[in-house]
């Protein structure tokens, strides 16, 4: 058992008893193939959230910043995160964001970038339609509804893979894909709040 896994046990063992966890449309999780799952972004849990409520292993990109806090910086690269510099493109990040979608795994975003202050869905950010258009990858939406309260039910969706064919083939802009995806979240939410 590797460290990702079991830190993935800890804490859902410890974030499930307080959140209630409602976990929606996991069939519609592709079994196998790159996924990129995106996500809105409420609260600074939601990241080990759908990490520990997805049915395969997620990798994140992570701010910078958090690999280099003493202990934290050595532990991040094993719970399956890579560093990102934010406020601006970063080649390496989304070379290293491609592989992992072109090696068949589970890339989790928050396509707003950073937590909602609102609550409300906010914009999205390129990013995730850079990925969506540059690689095979299967994108799921997800939607978590709170809000995060103690003892009170916390939902985490997950959407259908979002067909991707027209877009990819009239070559669509990587904001107007972006623009397509937060739809989709966007409809979760309404859906099931």
Not at 75 to 97: C, Q, T, W, Y
Not at 148 to 162: T, W
Not at 175 to 191: A, G, P, V
Request: charged share 25%.
């Amino acid at each position: 058992m590797n460290l990702y896994s079991i830190a993935k046990a800890v804490v859902y063992g410890v974030l499930k008893p307080i959140y209630r966890f409602e976990v929606i449309g996991k069939e519609n999780f592709p079994a196998e193939g790159g996924v990129l799952l995106c996500s809105n972004h409420i609260d600074n849990l939601d990241p080990p959230v759908v990490g520990i409520n997805a049915p395969r292993p997620v990798y994140f990109m992570a701010k910078e910043e958090l690999f280099s806090v003493p202990v934290l910086g050595k532990i991040v690269p094993h719970l399956n995160a890579f560093p990102v510099k934010r406020g601006m493109s970063d080649r390496e990040a989304l070379r290293k964001g491609l592989g992992i979608l072109k090696e068949g795994n589970v890339l989790g975003l928050f396509p707003e970038g950073t937590r909602s202050k609102t609550g409300q869905l906010g914009k999205g950010l390129a990013g995730a339609g850079f990925f969506a258009l540059r690689s095979e990858a299967h994108i799921v939406p997800c939607a978590i509804i709170g809000p995060y309260k103690a003892f009170s039910k916390l939902k985490v969706v997950y959407g259908k893979p979002i067909d991707m064919k027209e877009l990819r083939e009239r070559k669509a802009s990587a904001e107007e894909t972006t623009e397509f995806i937060m739809s989709e979240i966007r409809k979760l939410i309404e859906d099931y709040s």
